[in-house]
């Protein structure tokens, strides 16, 4: 059914709003310094069955809670000395911890996919801490876009695939970080589940050894490890230095020339992240989408990670 989406400023009027329209199970998406999220109460199972349907998203594909402060997230999950110590480190910001379930931490069963372990995080910014400690739970929050499709970095990007399916959008700018969070799973050794808007190389500072990785399964455990997502309508060739004729390059880098577009013309790897959803959104088109090379360290892990789901064979 179409509903009305509300577009709220981010002020103490939008704020109240917002967290209003969550306690009664309605469904809003707010901005955080990686992408704007689709926020439902995660102790509400409808609610949360509402993301699930507004954006065409599997079940089987787990949801990231976000809460306030690491106080609220030791009610819903369970942490070691490592997941501790990360989270001391890093947040607020755009980590998420994969951790054990409470036994009692009140989440409904489709915010993690029947999986006894839950991705916690406490995001960054003035609008969305103010959103989580005025409405004072547990918030359980994807990217505020159709499944599979790319993800928003502005209020206008929730509105063009969410616009009527969902109850409102604080509208808070642009987010800084641009691509998702970074998932570690802190339930033993520390592994690396999802490359994200947090550098792989930090995180393994803070441990002080390198970081495991996950192999991929037949169903996630983690959000983002579909082969197939963050997708444009037009196909996408990767790590392209000549593109072909009728292509759109979507370059990164001084040599990039003849780009249609450049994710960053001085090769700001932290500058490409911030515009790497926005400008696949402006490339996008009836013309195939050349990519130039990223380098594979730092935030390029996150950006090419998001490319090759992206250029991945579509469902």
Known sequence: MSQVTERLDPDDAGLARAAQLLAQGQLVAFPTETVYGLG??????????HIFEAKGRPR????????????AAQQIGRFNADAAALADAFWPG?????VPLRDDAGLSDLVTAGLQTVGIRVPAGAVSQALLNGFGGPVAAPSANPSGKVSPTEAAHVLDGLDGRIAAVVDGGAAKVGVESTIVGAFDHPRLLRPGGLPAEAIEDALGRPLAHAPAGPTP?????????YAPNAPLRLNVTHPRSGERLLGFGPAAERATLNLSP??????????????????????????????????GRAINDRLVRAAAPRN
Do not use: K, M
């Open 40 to 49: 439902a109460d995660a102790r509400q199972g409808e609610a949360v069955a």
């Open 60 to 71: 089987f594909n787990p949801l990231i809670v976000h809460v306030a402060d690491f106080e």
């Open 94 to 98: 755009p980590l998420t911890l994969v």
């Open 221 to 229: 455990n983690a959000p983002g490890q579909l082969a197939s997502h």
């Open 266 to 299: 001085s090769g700001d790897l932290v500058e490409a992240a911030a515009n790497l959803f926005a400008f696949l959104r402006r490339i996008d088109g009836p013309s195939p989408i050349a990519v130039s090379p990223i380098p594979d360290h730092g935030l």
